[in-house]
């Protein structure tokens, strides 16, 4: 993935490459994309975004069971 302007601005604000930023507010800090966004000063979209360039894993929203089963 090509480095934008921005995206040297967050490593250089965080001292850390953007993998390990996100890795640490999404996976170990469990943050949802929103508030990755809002920490970070970008739209949920373009950390959505740089998450599918890199190859990392998102969560995904689950309806429970039971409602599932009363759409169908």
Same mark, same amino acid.
């Given at each position: 993935?090509? $480095?934008?302007? /921005?995206?040297?601005?967050? %490593?250089?604000?965080?001292?850390?490459?953007?993998?390990?930023?996100?890795?640490? &507010?999404?996976?170990?800090? $469990?943050?949802? /994309?929103?508030?990755?966004? %809002?920490?970070?000063?970008?739209?949920?979209?373009?950390?959505?975004?740089?998450? &599918?360039?890199?190859?990392?894993?998102?969560?995904?929203?689950?309806?429970? %069971?039971?409602?599932?089963?009363?759409?169908?």
């Amino acid at each position: 993935m090509r $480095k934008t302007s /921005l995206i040297k601005q967050i %490593e250089a604000r965080y001292k850390k490459d953007l993998p390990d930023i996100l890795r640490q &507010l999404y996976v170990e800090e $469990k943050y949802n /994309l929103r508030q990755c966004g %809002e920490i970070l000063g970008v739209h949920p979209s373009t950390v959505y975004y740089w998450m &599918l360039k890199l190859g990392m894993p998102t969560r995904q929203f689950m309806l429970p %069971e039971e409602v599932k089963e009363e759409a169908n």
